[in-house]
């Protein structure tokens, strides 16, 4: 049937109407490495909640009552879903890393790398694990592909290792340089080096619209808000225990919270980020270090690195609901989630070991003797869009 042109005319209007409303809820399109496409396309927010307004170039929150909807059971991205499932573990004193086959829970490879690994850190765009040689000064690339290694970068004191949430930056924590140095996500070239006045930052967490972050600062019991984009500090705080050595920082799933362990204060600091406001104290048990979000986002474990034990927070019922002990004890330290959600991996700092921990029950499913010195494991691959670094923080 034929129509008129003012039909036509308003039958256009329409339809750009409808795409500039797909292209409002969309939000902006996340940042990739040049020369390769996009993950994937980011999912949109629930229509039904208020749109998060994220740093510029950030993917958009798709659930704004949950930054981690995106990771949920074996929800893996294009990017990593042909990935051999490992779990690598950076040995520090035997500057290595053991490779774990999660199946059957043997060692399948040893890989040399430098000086002092600290973490295994999946890169932002996935496709990349980098090894963080602290004291000798370089990132080793590892392919998650192959298993294999690439030829070192030289970073001067890459204690930890995190991305902006747009993807442009790394972010090295260099502990003893008492710095946080801003470099390009893939050449690692430095951008900007910013000093710090406390000591030994080590691990740090994103705000659920990624415009700061909280980090800790190990050795003088300090926690830093830092402007993610003007790349500054806005606070600093001494946290009010005499001694206090904070180490994982989490978010809450909400983001209206960061959670803070602390291996001298024997438990996890519990703030307001957004208010930067004084924390309060959740004793967990000894030398409490590592924080895991589930795969359902209910819970967060807590090792217990000083009692081989790990505590399990419910964050709806805000409390401890449970404590798992290890068979024998242990040194729990870092570590990760599998892709399931029904293993918990940890290394065993002092006890040259690893545990994998049935997440439904407490109970300890294998310990597996690696390296000497085992730190931040990384197990890989794991859901999520994009990673915001250390063991795995994916969104």
């Not at 004191?157 to 260099?174: C, E, H, K, Q, S």
Request: aromatic share 8%; hydrophobic share 35%; with cysteine.
């Amino acid at each position: 049937m034929r129509t008129t042109k003012a039909a036509r005319r308003t039958a256009a209007g329409a339809v750009l109407a409808v795409l500039a409303l797909v292209s409002a809820c969309s939000g902006p399109s996340a940042p990739h490495e040049k020369g390769t496409p996009a993950s994937e396309p980011p999912a949109r927010p629930k229509m039904n909640q208020a749109r998060v307004d994220v740093l510029p170039g950030m993917p958009p929150v798709e659930d704004p009552a949950d930054i981690y909807s995106a990771d949920r059971p074996n929800r893996l991205s294009p990017v990593v879903r042909d990935f051999p499932s490992r779990v690598y573990v950076p040995n520090t004193n035997s500057d290595t890393v053991t490779v774990i086959d999660p199946r059957t829970y043997k060692v399948i490879g040893t890989i040399p790398v430098g000086r002092q690994p600290q973490h295994v850190v999946p890169s932002w765009d996935l496709k990349t694990l980098w090894v963080n040689n602290d004291l000798g000064n370089s990132l080793t690339p590892l392919d998650p592909r192959t298993g294999k290694a690439g030829k070192p970068v030289a970073v001067h004191d890459p204690y930890n290792l995190y991305f902006t949430p747009d993807g442009r930056y790394a972010i090295v924590m260099a502990s003893m340089d008492r710095e946080l140095v801003f470099r390009d996500a893939h050449t690692m070239r430095t951008v900007k080096a910013l000093p710090v006045s406390c000591y030994g930052v080590n691990h740090a967490d994103f705000s659920r619209d990624g415009r700061y972050f909280i980090v800790s600062c190990e050795f003088s019991g300090e926690i830093l808000k830092v402007d993610t984009a003007k790349m500054e500090v806005l606070r600093q705080e001494k946290l009010p225990v005499h001694g206090s050595m904070p180490q994982d920082v989490k978010v809450s799933p909400d983001g209206k919270r960061f959670y803070i362990a602390d291996m001298m204060a024997n438990g996890v600091w519990v703030m307001d980020g957004d208010r930067f406001t004084k924390p309060t104290l959740l004793p967990t048990g000894k030398g409490a270090h590592g924080l895991y979000v589930s795969r359902d986002s209910r819970e967060m474990y807590i090792s217990n690195r000083g009692e081989g034990t790990i505590s399990v927070f419910d964050f709806a019922r805000n409390r401890l609901t449970k404590k798992w002990e290890l068979p024998g004890g242990g040194s729990p330290d870092m570590g990760g989630v599998s892709a399931d959600g029904k293993v918990l991996w940890l290394s065993g700092r002092y006890d040259a070991e690893v545990y994998a921990i049935d997440t439904r029950t407490g109970r300890q499913l294998a310990r597996i003797p690696v390296g000497s010195g085992p730190h931040g494991l990384a197990v890989y691959p794991q859901p999520g869009r994009y990673s915001l670094g250390h063991t795995g923080v994916f969104r």
